[in-house]
Each structure stands twice: as structure tokens, then as C-alpha cells.
């Protein structure tokens, strides 16, 4: 093989090996974005942003990808409690996937972080006409109708939520939420207890329970429930009061339904 041959042969070789060099980086950055966004790492809000803003940069994913990553963003943006900027991106979701039952979900909690509960609703609802089976579109549904005073309608979400997922702490804390407000004590009592058998360290269970322990006359047992909850969460007493719950101390002297049938919005989940 003559000189140039030669040349030509081993230019060819290196510019063939540097491709797949380039390629083989991008491919794990591309992997490195995914694992942000999608958050498998548990890592913080920023970087999961960061994750996701790359890959809908990169103009290779396909429209079922993109409505998964801006979702995903959405997700990072509401823990950062960011809900306008989350809000945009669970659009986009929807935009590119119309029956993406998580993204009306999602969306439909930031709404409620945002105190529009009557869109809230809607996308819940959205989201369990599309998914009929979806347990926890039904719990959401029951809580933002709890707070809105609409007992009946709650309780047939949380009943239906509970079919579907039978030991979802969760729920059980919705239901007892309801049954605080309507002032049915020893059914409040009973979820969460059930709830707190699940998940010891749910705040609001644990107030809830103390709140009821109280209004039955149980101060000792309910104050230990309540100091429980706030050594969990030590604003608790201001969240539930977002919903129209009294402060603790008042419990005792307040009617047989404690809180308001049109208590605040507010958000426990």
C-alpha cells in the first residue's frame, strides 16, 4: 500500500472511531438525562428541571416521550412549589397526549395548590374518564370535594379509590378527613387508624385524630396524637386550619361539626 493508501485508510479509521466516540458520548448523556428526569435518582428539583430542559432541547424524542418529560418537569416545578411553571408544562403534556390521565392529575393538584378547586375537579374527572381503574384521580377527587363541604360525592370517591387500592394510607386519611368534618368521630377515628397503621408519620392523620380523640372527650390520648403531629410537621396546626379546622385549644368548645362545610382550599397531598 502505497503512502496515500495509507493516509487515506488511517484518516478513514480515525474519523470512523471518532463518530462512534461521539456517539457513544451522546448516548449516555441522552441515558444521564433521563435518569434526571424521570428523577430515578431522587435527586433535587433543579437538576430533574435541568434533566428534562436537555432532552426537550435535544430534538430527538418523539411526542410520547416529550409529554412524559414535560410532565416530569411539571413534577419538579411543583416541588419547588412553582405551580405556574408547572402548570405550563403539564399543558404541554396534554397537548402532545391528550389521554394522559397522570398529567390531568398532576395538573389537577397544582390547580388545587393554586385554590381553584373547581378546575381541579375537572381535571380529575378528566382523568378517570380515561381511566376508569385510576385510584388516585378518586382520592383527589374526594379530598378537593371534602373541602368543598360535597360529602356524599367525597365519600363515593374515597369508597371507589379504596376498592381500587384497599390499603392506600392516603385515602384512608381522606375518608377520615370527611367524617371529621361531618362530626362523625368514631368513623374519623377508624381510618385513621387505619391510615397510621400503614404510615405512622402522616401529620394530618395524627391531628385529625387528636382533634376527634378531643371532641370525644379523650384530651389526654388527643393531645399525645396532636404533639405527635407537630413534632412531624410543627406548622401543622396552621395547614389544617387553611381548611377551616379550629386551632386545637378550641376544639372542646366548638359545635358537633367542627369545621366549616366551605372550609378554605387548601392541600394535604
Known amino acids: 500500500m502505497d503512502g496515500t493508501l495509507r493516509f487515506a485508510a488511517v484518516a478513514a479509521c480515525a474519523a470512523a472511531l471518532a463518530l462512534l466516540i461521539t456517539s457513544t458520548t451522546a448516548t449516555a448523556q441522552r441515558s444521564q438525562n433521563w435518569t434526571w428526569c424521570v428523577n430515578k435518582e431522587h435527586a433535587s428539583p433543579d437538576l430533574q ?3 428534562c430542559t436537555a432532552l426537550i432541547h435535544s430534538g430527538e424524542e418523539n411526542a ?5 418529560i414535560f410532565r416530569n418537569r411539571g413534577l419538579a416545578y411543583k416541588a419547588k412549589a412553582d405551580f405556574e411553571h408547572a402548570v405550563r408544562d403539564y399543558n404541554q403534556a396534554i397537548r402532545l ?9 398532576s395538573r389537577g393538584l397544582a390547580f388545587r395548590h393554586q385554590n381553584d378547586l373547581a378546575r381541579a375537579i375537572r381535571n380529575y374527572s378528566r382523568a378517570i374518564a380515561i381511566d376508569p381503574d385510576y385510584a388516585d384521580a378518586y382520592d383527589a377527587r374526594c379530598y378537593a370535594r371534602a373541602i368543598l363541604g360535597q360529602f356524599e360525592q367525597a365519600l363515593s370517591d374515597c369508597t371507589e379509590s379504596l376498592r381500587l387500592s384497599p390499603q392506600a394510607s392516603y385515602t384512608l386519611d381522606s375518608r377520615g378527613f370527611i367524617y371529621l368534618k361531618m362530626g362523625q368521630f368514631d368513623q374519623a377515628i377508624r381510618d385513621y387508624d387505619a391510615a397510621l397503621q400503614s404510615d405512622p408519620k402522616i401529620a394530618e392523620s395524627l391531628y385529625g385524630r387528636g382533634l376527634a380523640k378531643m371532641k370525644k372527650g379523650d384530651v389526654a ?3 399525645a396524637d396532636i404533639a405527635a403531629a407537630q413534632a412531624l410537621n410543627p406548622n401543622i396546626a ?6 377551616g379546622v379550629p386551632p386545637w385549644r378550641g376544639v372542646i368548645e366548638a359545635g358537633p361539626e367542627i369545621i366549616s362545610p366551605r372550609a378554605g382550599p387548601g392541600g394535604l397531598q
Open 238 to 243: 396552621e395547614v389544617m386550619e387553611k381548611f
Open 97 to 105: 397526549n391528550p389521554d394522559y390521565a397522570e398529567a390531568y392529575l
Open 221 to 223: 390520648d388527643g393531645n
Open 64 to 68: 410520547w416521550n416529550l409529554a412524559i
Open 49 to 51: 428541571i435541568g434533566g
